[in-house]
């Protein structure tokens, strides 16, 4: 049961980091109702916003392609019906990976922050 919460959360972290992937690709980032919470600085600038476009389908697209990753072997244990495990130092760098991945996510959200000093 484990795995499959496991492997739930990778699925989702894959999603959302696609969905912002996609706000970002489109434009949208600085935008009230779609994007996110901006800089003023960054919404007036159009620099500032394209730069923060970029910074977020970037990000937000190598998050989500290195949240699929951990779905290989996650799927390979779900699917071997009980024949195989993974130890506790698996789980340990298979969480230490899933920090990495929000690390990744959450790097052009932060650096948003700063555009507008």
Known sequence: MAYVF???CFLLMTGVSLLAARV??????GDRGV???????VKRDPE???????LVAHWCTGAAILSVAPLVPLGSVLLSDGDRAIGTA?????AAYGLLVVAVAGYPFERIKRLGR
């Not at 970002?24 to 980032?29: I, K, T």
């Open 24 to 29: 970002g690709r489109r434009g949208e980032v």
């Open 90 to 94: 698996g789980l340990l760098v298979v």
């Open 35 to 41: 994007g996110y919470d901006v800089p003023d600085e």
């Open 48 to 54: 500032l916003r394209a730069r923060a476009n970029h």
């Open 6 to 8: 496991i492997l739930c």
